[in-house]
């Protein structure tokens, strides 16, 4: 499969605790986005990296959020003490410069 | 910063009749990206449009870039219950890719 991939696919944590999902982005892919959406709403921008380097955060996103993209390749989205309000779809995408996004199918979080 | 604002947010329609959802920037585009989100699923990529005054069509889906890249549509016809979803539309101007709520579409048989 030559798609965006997310793992896991659900996670479920206790409050507190923190959590890790992976993404791997169509190989020749150089952008890769982070999103998290909610029930009713459109992805909500999270972080974007060209390769390697991470060009912007949002500045909704608080600092128990951190995403890496170490080789420019896969990527990690971490949560720390993860609270109930972080419950939600968590989407990865990738593309080529300025082209169109790919998704992966999500990390569904809920926070108990 | 850029925004595009898509109008409606909502659409029920019966099956069989038409739907138009329609995105609008107050600055030049360079292009215009659709997605569709099916209910549970992901964002699916549909279609991009680069060219002032282009019109692409797949199947019952016709999407027009207007003539000042600054608006565009996405229209069905003869919608069917499989076209229930939520429909996105993008710019690829900023390197982010920013979502609206998108305009979600309901089909009564």
């Known amino acids: 499969d030559t798609g965006v991939s997310q793992d896991p696919r659900h996670k479920i944590t206790k409050r507190g605790q923190n959590v890790t999902f992976r993404c791997d982005p169509i190989?020749?892919?150089?952008?890769l986005y982070w999103y998290r959406q909610t029930l009713g709403q459109g992805p909500e921008f999270l972080t974007y990296?060209?390769?390697?380097?991470?060009?912007?955060k949002s500045r909704l996103l608080s600092d128990r959020f951190s995403a890496e993209r170490p080789k420019g390749s896969f990527s990690t989205l971490e949560i720390q003490r993860t609270e109930q309000g972080d419950s939600a779809m968590y989407l990865c995408?990738?593309?080529?410069?300025?082209?169109?996004?790919?998704f992966g199918q999500g990390t569904r979080l809920t926070v108990v | 910063g850029q925004q595009v604002m898509q109008i409606p947010q909502y659409q029920h329609v019966q099956e069989g009749e038409d739907f138009t959802t329609y995105c609008n920037s107050s600055?030049?585009?360079?292009?215009i990206q659709w997605y569709k989100q099916r209910p549970g699923g992901h964002p699916v990529f549909l279609i991009q449009?680069?060219?002032?005054?282009e019109v692409k069509k797949q199947k019952r889906l016709t999407f027009q870039f207007g003539e000042a890249k600054k608006n565009s549509s996405l229209h069905i016809t003869a919608t069917q219950t499989t076209d229930v979803g939520t429909y996105f539309c993008?710019?690829?101007?900023?390197?982010?890719?920013?979502f609206g709520q998108g305009t979600t579409l309901q089909v009564k048989p």
């Open positions: 995408a990738s593309s080529p410069s300025r082209g169109p996004a790919f």
């Open positions: 600055t030049t585009l360079s292009n």
């Open positions: 993008n710019s690829g101007n900023t390197g982010k890719l920013i």
């Open positions: 449009l680069v060219k002032s005054g």
């Open positions: 990296f060209q390769n390697e380097a991470q060009l912007e």
């Open positions: 190989s020749e892919h150089n952008r």
